[in-house]
């Protein structure tokens, strides 16, 4: 119920993320990339996730370093699943 909420106050601010995660994910499953380009995809995906998170709470006005540490701490947790799993593959 909330997160409908905040979509409806602020549609264009995701809209950047899905538009962001879909460029993401066409680039890394569209064409057959050497490892190493998958993992700057998935680490500039990551610090998109970070910085989009930091810009949207600064936007609605209460971005707090605890909020800033949470956004940090799920980009870097993310990539490093995403990370081992085309490790292991």
Not at 6 to 26: H, Q, T, V, W
Request: aromatic share 20%; net charge positive.
């Amino acid at each position: 119920m909330f997160f409908r909420k905040e979509i409806k106050n602020r549609p264009i601010d995701f809209l950047i993320l899905y538009l962001g995660f879909s460029i993401a994910a066409l680039v890394y499953f569209s064409f057959p990339y050497p490892v190493m380009v998958r993992k700057l995809v998935v680490i500039a995906m990551g610090l998109f996730y970070f910085f989009w998170g930091v810009w949207h709470h600064k936007q609605r006005g209460d971005f707090c370093p605890k909020i800033g540490a949470e956004y940090l701490l799920f980009a870097i947790l993310g990539t490093s699943i995403i990370l081992s799993a085309i490790l292991r593959g």
